[in-house]
Protein backbone atom coordinates (compact mmCIF):
# COMPACT_ATOMS: atom_id res chain seq x y z
CA UNK A 1 0.00 0.00 0.00
CA UNK A 2 1.39 3.30 -0.87
CA UNK A 3 1.54 6.27 1.29
CA UNK A 4 -1.42 7.70 2.44
CA UNK A 5 -3.17 11.20 1.37
CA UNK A 6 -3.93 12.26 4.47
CA UNK A 7 -3.62 10.05 7.74
CA UNK A 8 -7.42 9.75 8.27
CA UNK A 9 -7.92 8.44 5.05
CA UNK A 10 -5.98 4.91 6.43
CA UNK A 11 -8.02 1.89 7.78
CA UNK A 12 -7.76 0.64 11.54
CA UNK A 13 -6.03 -2.47 12.13
CA UNK A 14 -8.02 -5.13 14.34
CA UNK A 15 -6.26 -8.48 15.41
CA UNK A 16 -7.33 -11.79 17.04
CA UNK A 17 -6.07 -14.90 18.13
CA UNK A 18 -9.08 -16.50 15.86
CA UNK A 19 -12.29 -15.22 15.39
CA UNK A 20 -13.96 -14.01 18.29
CA UNK A 21 -12.07 -10.67 17.46
CA UNK A 22 -15.11 -10.15 15.03
CA UNK A 23 -17.28 -9.02 17.81
CA UNK A 24 -14.71 -6.01 17.87
CA UNK A 25 -14.85 -5.23 14.40
CA UNK A 26 -18.52 -5.42 14.27
CA UNK A 27 -18.49 -2.67 17.67
CA UNK A 28 -16.11 -0.68 15.72
CA UNK A 29 -18.32 -0.77 12.36
CA UNK A 30 -21.63 0.06 14.26
CA UNK A 31 -19.49 3.14 16.12
CA UNK A 32 -17.37 4.18 13.54
CA UNK A 33 -19.34 3.06 9.71
CA UNK A 34 -17.29 5.61 7.27
CA UNK A 35 -14.12 4.08 8.54
CA UNK A 36 -12.22 0.94 6.97
CA UNK A 37 -11.67 -1.71 8.82
CA UNK A 38 -8.50 -4.48 8.48
CA UNK A 39 -9.61 -7.69 10.26
CA UNK A 40 -6.99 -10.60 11.28
CA UNK A 41 -7.36 -13.60 12.90
CA UNK A 42 -4.14 -16.12 13.90
CA UNK A 43 -6.88 -19.19 13.11
CA UNK A 44 -3.50 -21.09 12.55
CA UNK A 45 -2.22 -20.59 15.72
CA UNK A 46 -5.78 -19.64 17.93
CA UNK A 47 -5.81 -19.99 20.64
CA UNK A 48 -3.59 -17.81 22.61
CA UNK A 49 -4.84 -18.34 25.63
CA UNK A 50 -3.02 -21.39 26.77
CA UNK A 51 0.15 -20.15 25.31
CA UNK A 52 2.71 -18.64 27.37
CA UNK A 53 3.65 -14.99 27.65
CA UNK A 54 6.66 -15.30 25.02
CA UNK A 55 4.99 -17.12 22.36
CA UNK A 56 1.93 -14.59 22.35
CA UNK A 57 4.18 -11.52 22.46
CA UNK A 58 6.12 -13.06 19.28
CA UNK A 59 2.91 -14.35 17.66
CA UNK A 60 1.05 -10.74 18.57
CA UNK A 61 4.38 -8.59 16.98
CA UNK A 62 3.81 -10.57 14.04
CA UNK A 63 -0.10 -9.78 13.96
CA UNK A 64 0.45 -5.93 14.06
CA UNK A 65 3.42 -6.27 12.50
CA UNK A 66 1.36 -7.86 9.11
CA UNK A 67 -1.52 -4.65 10.20
CA UNK A 68 1.40 -2.03 9.71
CA UNK A 69 2.41 -3.44 6.68
CA UNK A 70 -1.11 -3.17 4.77
CA UNK A 71 -1.04 0.41 6.11
CA UNK A 72 -3.08 1.14 9.01
CA UNK A 73 -3.20 3.92 11.33
CA UNK A 74 -3.88 2.26 14.70
CA UNK A 75 -3.65 -1.18 15.84
CA UNK A 76 -6.70 -2.54 17.94
CA UNK A 77 -5.76 -5.43 20.05
CA UNK A 78 -9.23 -7.98 20.08
CA UNK A 79 -7.13 -10.94 21.69
CA UNK A 80 -7.50 -10.08 25.64
CA UNK A 81 -4.31 -12.71 26.03
CA UNK A 82 -2.25 -10.81 23.76
CA UNK A 83 -3.15 -7.43 25.16
CA UNK A 84 -2.32 -9.19 29.11
CA UNK A 85 1.29 -10.12 27.48
CA UNK A 86 2.10 -7.86 24.60
CA UNK A 87 0.29 -4.34 24.43
CA UNK A 88 3.40 -2.53 25.96
CA UNK A 89 5.88 -4.33 23.61
CA UNK A 90 4.16 -3.25 20.66
CA UNK A 91 3.15 0.21 22.16
CA UNK A 92 7.00 0.40 22.16
CA UNK A 93 7.41 -1.03 18.64
CA UNK A 94 4.81 -0.22 16.25
CA UNK A 95 5.06 3.27 14.44
CA UNK A 96 0.95 3.44 15.00
CA UNK A 97 -0.95 3.64 18.29
CA UNK A 98 -1.70 0.15 19.67
CA UNK A 99 -4.84 0.01 21.66
CA UNK A 100 -5.85 -3.12 24.15
CA UNK A 101 -8.79 -4.16 25.51
CA UNK A 102 -8.34 -4.54 29.18
CA UNK A 103 -7.83 -1.26 30.22
CA UNK A 104 -11.22 0.02 28.34
CA UNK A 105 -13.31 -3.25 30.11
CA UNK A 106 -11.49 -2.20 33.37
CA UNK A 107 -12.78 1.83 33.32
CA UNK A 108 -15.89 0.57 32.17
CA UNK A 109 -16.50 -1.78 35.31
CA UNK A 110 -15.30 0.80 37.59
CA UNK A 111 -17.98 3.23 36.14
CA UNK A 112 -20.82 0.51 36.56
CA UNK A 113 -19.84 -0.87 39.55
CA UNK A 114 -21.84 0.10 42.57
CA UNK A 115 -19.93 -0.75 45.49
CA UNK A 116 -20.23 -4.50 45.19
CA UNK A 117 -17.83 -6.43 43.67
CA UNK A 118 -16.15 -6.91 40.35
CA UNK A 119 -16.01 -10.25 38.76
CA UNK A 120 -13.97 -11.14 35.73
CA UNK A 121 -14.01 -14.35 32.98
CA UNK A 122 -11.38 -15.07 30.65
CA UNK A 123 -9.22 -17.48 29.47
CA UNK A 124 -6.46 -19.13 31.47
CA UNK A 125 -3.82 -17.09 30.51
CA UNK A 126 -5.83 -13.46 30.49
CA UNK A 127 -7.00 -14.40 34.33
CA UNK A 128 -3.58 -15.89 35.04
CA UNK A 129 -1.63 -12.89 34.06
CA UNK A 130 -3.22 -10.86 36.52
CA UNK A 131 -3.83 -7.68 33.88
CA UNK A 132 -7.45 -7.23 34.96
CA UNK A 133 -6.95 -7.53 38.80
CA UNK A 134 -4.31 -4.67 38.46
CA UNK A 135 -6.42 -3.07 36.71
CA UNK A 136 -9.04 -2.92 38.54
CA UNK A 137 -6.87 -2.33 42.15
CA UNK A 138 -4.92 0.37 40.33
CA UNK A 139 -8.95 1.91 40.29
CA UNK A 140 -9.74 1.83 43.80
CA UNK A 141 -10.76 -2.01 44.52
CA UNK A 142 -9.61 -3.48 47.48
CA UNK A 143 -8.33 -7.40 46.86
CA UNK A 144 -11.67 -8.22 48.70
CA UNK A 145 -14.10 -7.01 45.85
CA UNK A 146 -12.17 -8.26 42.81
CA UNK A 147 -12.88 -11.92 42.02
CA UNK A 148 -11.86 -14.20 38.67
CA UNK A 149 -12.74 -17.12 37.36
CA UNK A 150 -11.48 -19.33 33.93
CA UNK A 151 -13.92 -20.32 31.60
CA UNK A 152 -12.31 -23.21 29.15
CA UNK A 153 -15.30 -24.56 27.91
CA UNK A 154 -16.87 -20.96 26.12
CA UNK A 155 -14.86 -20.66 23.78
CA UNK A 156 -15.57 -23.81 21.87
CA UNK A 157 -19.20 -23.68 23.05
CA UNK A 158 -19.62 -20.43 21.19
CA UNK A 159 -17.81 -22.07 18.08
CA UNK A 160 -20.23 -25.05 18.01
CA UNK A 161 -23.26 -22.34 17.93
CA UNK A 162 -24.22 -23.57 21.28
CA UNK A 163 -26.08 -20.37 22.84
CA UNK A 164 -28.82 -21.19 24.87
CA UNK A 165 -27.92 -24.89 24.84
CA UNK A 166 -28.24 -26.93 28.12
CA UNK A 167 -24.29 -27.85 27.50
CA UNK A 168 -24.18 -24.14 27.82
CA UNK A 169 -26.67 -23.41 30.77
CA UNK A 170 -24.49 -26.29 32.84
CA UNK A 171 -21.22 -24.45 31.90
CA UNK A 172 -22.42 -21.11 33.18
CA UNK A 173 -23.52 -22.16 36.45
CA UNK A 174 -20.59 -24.47 36.73
CA UNK A 175 -18.40 -21.49 36.15
CA UNK A 176 -20.57 -18.52 37.46
CA UNK A 177 -22.24 -20.04 40.64
CA UNK A 178 -19.33 -19.06 43.07
CA UNK A 179 -19.44 -14.90 41.88
CA UNK A 180 -23.18 -15.59 41.45
CA UNK A 181 -23.01 -16.27 45.89
CA UNK A 182 -20.25 -13.71 46.56
CA UNK A 183 -22.76 -11.06 44.96
CA UNK A 184 -20.60 -9.34 42.16
CA UNK A 185 -22.50 -6.24 40.68
CA UNK A 186 -20.22 -6.39 37.84
CA UNK A 187 -19.21 -9.04 35.44
CA UNK A 188 -16.32 -8.35 32.86
CA UNK A 189 -16.30 -10.37 29.98
CA UNK A 190 -12.65 -10.79 29.61
CA UNK A 191 -12.72 -12.78 26.25
CA UNK A 192 -13.93 -11.48 22.75
CA UNK A 193 -16.12 -14.97 22.57
CA UNK A 194 -18.03 -13.99 25.66
CA UNK A 195 -20.09 -11.65 24.52
CA UNK A 196 -21.95 -14.24 22.32
CA UNK A 197 -23.01 -15.98 25.50
CA UNK A 198 -24.21 -13.07 26.88
CA UNK A 199 -27.79 -14.20 27.07
CA UNK A 200 -27.01 -17.15 28.64
CA UNK A 201 -24.94 -15.08 31.45
CA UNK A 202 -27.61 -12.01 32.13
CA UNK A 203 -30.24 -14.87 32.83
CA UNK A 204 -28.18 -16.78 35.55
CA UNK A 205 -26.56 -13.35 36.65
CA UNK A 206 -29.67 -11.81 36.99
CA UNK A 207 -30.95 -8.36 35.87
CA UNK A 208 -28.94 -6.70 39.08
CA UNK A 209 -25.72 -7.58 37.14
CA UNK A 210 -24.23 -5.23 34.65
CA UNK A 211 -22.23 -7.06 32.24
CA UNK A 212 -19.55 -5.23 30.58
CA UNK A 213 -19.17 -6.33 27.01
CA UNK A 214 -15.25 -6.08 26.59
CA UNK A 215 -16.23 -5.41 22.32
CA UNK A 216 -18.06 -2.16 22.90
CA UNK A 217 -15.73 -0.59 25.42
CA UNK A 218 -12.52 -0.98 23.04
CA UNK A 219 -14.52 0.62 20.29
CA UNK A 220 -15.46 3.23 22.17
CA UNK A 221 -12.46 3.97 23.45
CA UNK A 222 -10.95 3.82 19.70
CA UNK A 223 -13.24 6.20 18.77
CA UNK A 224 -11.57 8.61 21.80
CA UNK A 225 -8.42 7.99 20.57
CA UNK A 226 -8.48 8.51 17.17
CA UNK A 227 -10.64 11.96 18.16
CA UNK A 228 -7.60 12.91 20.13
CA UNK A 229 -5.05 12.00 18.06
CA UNK A 230 -7.01 14.33 14.80
CA UNK A 231 -7.44 10.47 12.87
CA UNK A 232 -10.84 9.90 12.42
CA UNK A 233 -12.49 10.13 9.18
CA UNK A 234 -14.79 13.10 8.55
CA UNK A 235 -18.48 11.61 9.13
CA UNK A 236 -19.24 11.72 4.87
CA UNK A 237 -21.84 9.25 4.52
CA UNK A 238 -19.85 6.71 3.11
CA UNK A 239 -19.67 3.00 4.51
CA UNK A 240 -16.72 1.63 5.22
CA UNK A 241 -14.85 -1.35 3.68
CA UNK A 242 -14.22 -4.17 5.80
CA UNK A 243 -11.20 -6.47 4.52
CA UNK A 244 -10.27 -9.81 6.19
CA UNK A 245 -7.53 -11.91 6.83
CA UNK A 246 -7.03 -15.33 7.94
CA UNK A 247 -3.47 -17.34 8.61
CA UNK A 248 -5.54 -20.40 8.24
CA UNK A 249 -9.41 -20.98 6.91
CA UNK A 250 -10.92 -23.19 9.56
CA UNK A 251 -13.52 -25.30 9.18
CA UNK A 252 -17.18 -23.53 9.11
CA UNK A 253 -15.48 -20.36 9.20
CA UNK A 254 -18.30 -18.65 7.34
CA UNK A 255 -20.83 -19.84 9.34
CA UNK A 256 -18.90 -19.07 13.04
CA UNK A 257 -18.06 -15.39 11.46
CA UNK A 258 -21.18 -14.58 10.26
CA UNK A 259 -22.19 -15.56 13.86
CA UNK A 260 -19.92 -13.43 15.29
CA UNK A 261 -20.12 -10.54 12.60
CA UNK A 262 -24.09 -10.59 12.50
CA UNK A 263 -23.61 -10.24 8.28
CA UNK A 264 -22.29 -12.76 5.67
CA UNK A 265 -18.84 -12.43 5.03
CA UNK A 266 -17.63 -12.84 1.81
CA UNK A 267 -13.78 -12.71 0.89
CA UNK A 268 -10.98 -13.96 2.98
CA UNK A 269 -7.53 -13.74 2.11
CA UNK A 270 -5.17 -16.39 3.95
CA UNK A 271 -1.23 -14.99 5.15
CA UNK A 272 1.07 -17.88 5.26
CA UNK A 273 3.27 -18.13 8.72
CA UNK A 274 6.18 -17.73 6.65
CA UNK A 275 4.49 -14.45 5.39
CA UNK A 276 3.67 -13.59 9.17
CA UNK A 277 6.96 -14.60 10.37
CA UNK A 278 8.88 -12.12 8.04
CA UNK A 279 6.48 -8.86 8.80
CA UNK A 280 7.24 -9.72 12.62
CA UNK A 281 11.00 -9.77 11.46
CA UNK A 282 10.83 -6.15 9.66
CA UNK A 283 8.77 -4.61 12.48
CA UNK A 284 10.26 -5.14 15.53
Known sequence: MGPQSHPTAGPIGVFDSGMGGLT???ALHERLPGEDIIYFGDTARVPYGTKGEKTVRAFAAQDAGLLVSLGVK??????NTASAFALEHLRETMPVPVLGVINPGVRTALSRTRGGAVGVIGTSGTIRSGRYQQGLAAGGLGEERILVQECPLFVPLVEE????HAMTEMAVREYLQPLKEAGVDTLILGCTHYPALKDDIARFMGPDVALVDSADALAEAAQDRL???GLQ???DGRDGELEFYLSDIPWKFQEIGARFLGKPISEVKTVGLDEMEAVGKNTN
Not at 74 to 79: I, T
Not at 161 to 164: A, E, K, R, V, Y
Open 233 to 235: RDS
Open 161 to 164: GLMG
Open 74 to 79: MVVVAC
Open 227 to 229: GEL
Open 24 to 26: VLR
